[in-house]
């Protein structure tokens, strides 16, 4: 599995339509996708909404991202991300 960091934005619909069970909805997108949740977290600032998932590769996270979009309105700018420790290796 892959970590991927989501970076989302909400647009004035995605903000009304805020609720756990929309959340709930996300999470059973993401994992019908092969992705697992590791973290999601509010924010303040340029982004409103962060979420740290494990995917099977690239394909799945990008189809993931599109249709969380789909789903909730929300803008997400998705990357690929490794730990420190696995920069560290290889740098």
Avoid: H
């Amino acid at each position: 599995m892959a970590k991927f960091v989501m970076l989302g934005k909400y647009s004035a619909d995605a903000l009304n339509g805020i609720s756990a069970e929309r959340t709930k909805k996300g999470i059973e997108l993401i994992e019908k996708s092969g992705g697992k949740v590791i973290s999601m977290l509010a924010l303040l600032g340029r982004y409103d909404i962060l979420l740290v998932a494990d995917f099977p590769g690239i394909n799945e996270a990008m189809k993931t991202s599109i249709a969380l979009t789909k789903l909730t309105g929300i803008g997400f700018n998705t990357c690929a991300a490794i730990s420190v420790e696995e920069l560290d290796k290889l740098a």
